[in-house]
């Protein structure tokens, strides 16, 4: 990797290694992950990334801040989105199906996952609630319902089964099975349509 420039500031430097880190720990997770691998990626030497970060504990629990937040930012933009339910949920799983939200998304499942994790990471897992991001999505899903969009039914287990559809899309690497979700949306919906 290139090594980046010195005049780079403190703050571009911190970003480039929580990116690099962003990508190792979703590829090799956090007990597979060193931060020899995380300089390297960020394309600086290993002594540089002390000077910016303790260890990766720190970058790990500081990653799955970011992303419980981002997480909390595309709720509260979802319900800010002027157009009709179905569009409102549309930008929305685009958003999930992004690249940059899957590492996140893999960031996440190792923090509930792991036995072992960082105390700040644990806090912040604890102090996020997947039930919340379902709860804050209803009142969306009913309003589709009443204008004849959404099917009818219970609309929590319905969102249930759309989220269990999206985080399973996410786990998969659709280039190895030649898949793009984004192109699948349309598709994707139907399972709330009528």
């Not at 690249?99 to 998304?105: G, S």
């Not at 604890?126 to 209803?138: A, D, F, L, M």
Request: no cysteine; hydrophobic share 45%.
């Amino acid at each position: 990797m290139p090594r980046i420039e010195k005049t780079q500031s403190e703050q571009e430097r911190k970003d480039q290694i929580k990116k690099a880190a962003l990508k190792i720990f979703a590829e090799k997770g956090l007990v597979g992950t060193k931060m020899s691998m995380i300089a390297e990626e960020a394309g600086i030497s290993q002594g540089l990334s002390y000077r910016y970060f303790a260890s990766k504990d720190e970058i790990f629990a500081l990653l799955v801040e970011e992303a419980i937040e981002e997480s909390r930012k595309a709720i509260r933009d979802i319900a800010m989105f002027s157009g009709s339910p179905l569009e409102q949920i549309k930008a929305f799983t685009l958003q999930m199906l992004d690249e940059n939200h899957k590492l996140y998304f893999l960031l996440v499942q190792q923090a509930l996952t792991l036995e072992v994790v960082p105390s700040k990471a644990r806090e912040a897992i604890e102090r996020y609630s997947p039930q919340e991001t379902i709860e804050q999505i209803i009142p969306i899903f009913i309003r589709g319902q009443q204008e004849g969009v959404f099917s009818e039914g219970d609309a929590y287990k319905q969102l249930i089964l759309y989220f269990s559809v999206i985080n399973g899309l996410i786990l998969q690497d659709a280039k190895v099975i030649g898949m793009d979700w984004i192109q699948e949306v349309d598709r994707l919906l139907n399972i709330l349509t009528k």
